[in-house]
C-alpha cells in the first residue's frame, strides 16, 4: 500500500512552530525594549512550569476523568494483538491498553513519552466497530505517539500561555514608559488569541498525519473512513451527560464529539447504500471531488481541535 508523500504536512508543521516562536521573540524584543530581558525569563519560567506541570500530571487526570482500567491480554487477547502487531509495524514500544468506561465510542492515546505511553479504547467503540475498522483506529492512535503528538503540542502551547502572562504584566505595569507598555500588551493580549488558533491549526494537521499514519501501517483508507463515520454516529446518539464528562478531554479523541450533530449532517450522504459504513466504493466517489463548505463550516472547524469530517474524509480518499 503506498502512501502520497506527507512531506506538505510536515512543511506547515514546521512553519506554524516558527511563526509561533517568532511572535514569541518579537514580543520579547519588544518588551525587553521597555523594561529588560529579566521581565520575559519571569513570564516565560511561569508558563513553562504550568505546561510541565500538566504534561507530568496529564496521565494521572486523564485516567482518572476517562475511567480508564488496565487491560491485560488475559482479558483483552484480540485488542493486544492489534496493538502489539500495529506497534511492531510502527517501530514503537508497545504501549500500555485500556478501556475507559465510557459509553461514547471512541479511541485515545497520551503519555509522557514512548517508554510510557497508553492507547485506550472506549467500551462504546469496542461494541461499535468491526475488527477492520478497529485497526485502523488503533492504527491513527500509535501514530499520534509515533509522531510524539503529546509533546509536541505541549510544546506549541506554551506560546499563549506567555502571551497571557506577558499581557497580563505589561497592561497594569508601573513602567515609566507606561503608554508604550500598555500598547504591548494590548497586542500580547491579541496574539494570546491568534496563538490559540495556531495551537487548534497544529493539532488538525497532526490528525491529518495521523490518519496518513494509520494507512501507512496497512490499513486501507475506507475502513478509518468508515471508522469516522461510525464514530460520528455513535457520537450524536450520545448521552448529554456523557458528553459532559468528556469536554476537557474531547482533544485526545479520533473526532470533535462536540460537532458531532453537525458533521453526521454532512457525512451521512456518503453512505450511498445506507447500510451503516463506508465501502471502498464509496469513499472513492469521494476522490477529486471539490468540497463547499458554508462560512460556519470553516468558522467551526477554525475553533476545533479536529479537521472538519468531510475534509477530512476527502483527504482520506486521496490516500492508496
Same mark, same amino acid.
Given at each position: 500500500?503506498?502512501?502520497?508523500?506527507?512531506?506538505?504536512?510536515?512543511?506547515?508543521?514546521?512553519?506554524?512552530?516558527?511563526?509561533?516562536?517568532?511572535?514569541?521573540?518579537?514580543?520579547?524584543?519588544?518588551?525587553?525594549?521597555?523594561?529588560?530581558? !529579566?521581565?520575559?525569563?519571569?513570564?516565560?519560567?511561569? %508558563?513553562?512550569?504550568?505546561?510541565?506541570?500538566?504534561?507530568?500530571? /496529564?496521565?494521572?487526570?486523564?485516567?482518572?476523568?476517562?475511567?480508564?482500567?488496565?487491560?491485560?491480554?488475559?482479558?483483552?487477547?484480540?485488542?493486544?494483538? #492489534?496493538?502489539?502487531?500495529?506497534?511492531?509495524?510502527? /517501530?514503537?514500544?508497545? $504501549?500500555?491498553?485500556?478501556? !475507559?468506561?465510557?459509553?461514547? $465510542?471512541?479511541?485515545?492515546?497520551?503519555?509522557?513519552?514512548?517508554?510510557?505511553?497508553?492507547?485506550?479504547?472506549?467500551?462504546?467503540?469496542?461494541?461499535?466497530? @468491526? *475488527?477492520?475498522?478497529?485497526?485502523?483506529?488503533?492504527?491513527?492512535?500509535?501514530?499520534?505517539? *509515533?509522531?510524539?503528538?503529546?509533546?509536541?503540542?505541549?510544546?506549541?502551547?506554551?506560546?499563549?500561555?506567555?502571551?497571557?502572562?506577558?499581557?497580563?504584566?505589561?497592561?497594569? !505595569?508601573?513602567?515609566?514608559?507606561?503608554?508604550?507598555? %500598555?500598547?504591548?500588551?494590548? #497586542?500580547?493580549?491579541?496574539?494570546?488569541?491568534?496563538?490559540?488558533?495556531?495551537?487548534?491549526?497544529?493539532?488538525?494537521?497532526?490528525?491529518?498525519?495521523?490518519?496518513?499514519?494509520?494507512?501507512?501501517?496497512?490499513?486501507? $483508507?475506507?475502513?478509518?473512513?468508515?471508522?469516522?463515520?461510525?464514530?460520528?454516529? /455513535?457520537?450524536?446518539?450520545?448521552?448529554?451527560?456523557?458528553?459532559?464528562?468528556?469536554?476537557?478531554?474531547?482533544?485526545?479523541?479520533?473526532? @470533535?464529539?462536540?460537532?458531532?450533530?453537525?458533521? #453526521?449532517?454532512?457525512?451521512?450522504?456518503?453512505?450511498?447504500?445506507?447500510?451503516? +459504513?463506508? @465501502?471502498?466504493?464509496?469513499?472513492?466517489?469521494?476522490?477529486?471531488? +471539490?468540497?463547499?463548505?458554508?462560512?460556519? @463550516?470553516?468558522?467551526?472547524?477554525?475553533?476545533?481541535?479536529?479537521?472538519?469530517?468531510?475534509?477530512?474524509?476527502?483527504?482520506?480518499?486521496?490516500?492508496?
Amino acid at each position: 500500500m503506498v502512501v502520497p508523500k506527507t512531506w506538505w504536512l510536515k512543511l506547515r508543521m514546521w512553519l506554524l512552530v516558527t511563526v509561533l516562536f517568532g511572535i514569541v521573540y518579537a514580543l520579547v524584543a519588544a518588551i525587553s525594549f521597555l523594561f529588560g530581558i !529579566s521581565n520575559f525569563f519571569f513570564y516565560g519560567i511561569i %508558563a513553562i512550569g504550568f505546561t510541565v506541570l500538566q504534561y507530568m500530571l /496529564g496521565p494521572k487526570i486523564i485516567e482518572w476523568s476517562m475511567k480508564v482500567k488496565y487491560v491485560s491480554e488475559k482479558e483483552e487477547p484480540e485488542l493486544h494483538e #492489534i496493538v502489539e502487531r500495529l506497534a511492531k509495524k510502527a /517501530g514503537i514500544p508497545k $504501549p500500555k491498553i485500556g478501556i !475507559s468506561q465510557i459509553a461514547i $465510542p471512541n479511541a485515545f492515546a497520551f503519555g509522557r513519552w514512548l517508554s510510557d505511553s497508553r492507547v485506550c479504547v472506549t467500551q462504546g467503540i469496542l461494541d461499535l466497530l @468491526d *475488527k477492520k475498522e478497529l485497526e485502523a483506529v488503533i492504527g491513527h492512535e500509535l501514530s499520534h505517539l *509515533k509522531h510524539r503528538d503529546v509533546v509536541v503540542i505541549t510544546m506549541i502551547s506554551v506560546i499563549p500561555l506567555i502571551c497571557w502572562f506577558l499581557a497580563q504584566g505589561t497592561l497594569y !505595569s508601573s513602567s515609566d514608559r507606561k503608554g508604550g507598555a %500598555a500598547y504591548i500588551g494590548i #497586542i500580547a493580549f491579541i496574539l494570546y488569541f491568534v496563538t490559540n488558533l495556531l495551537v487548534l491549526y497544529g493539532s488538525r494537521i497532526r490528525e491529518y498525519y495521523a490518519d496518513a499514519g494509520s494507512v501507512a501501517l496497512g490499513n486501507a $483508507p475506507h475502513y478509518l473512513a468508515s471508522a469516522l463515520y461510525k464514530l460520528v454516529r /455513535g457520537s450524536a446518539k450520545a448521552n448529554p451527560l456523557a458528553m459532559k464528562q468528556i469536554q476537557g478531554a474531547k482533544a485526545f479523541f479520533l473526532n @470533535d464529539v462536540s460537532k458531532a450533530h453537525d458533521e #453526521i449532517v454532512q457525512i451521512a450522504d456518503l453512505d450511498l447504500d445506507k447500510s451503516g +459504513h463506508i @465501502d471502498e466504493h464509496e469513499l472513492a466517489q469521494m476522490k477529486g471531488t +471539490h468540497l463547499k463548505l458554508s462560512a460556519l @463550516d470553516k468558522m467551526m472547524e477554525l475553533m476545533s481541535t479536529h479537521p472538519n469530517m468531510l475534509k477530512r474524509i476527502k483527504a482520506l480518499s486521496e490516500l492508496k
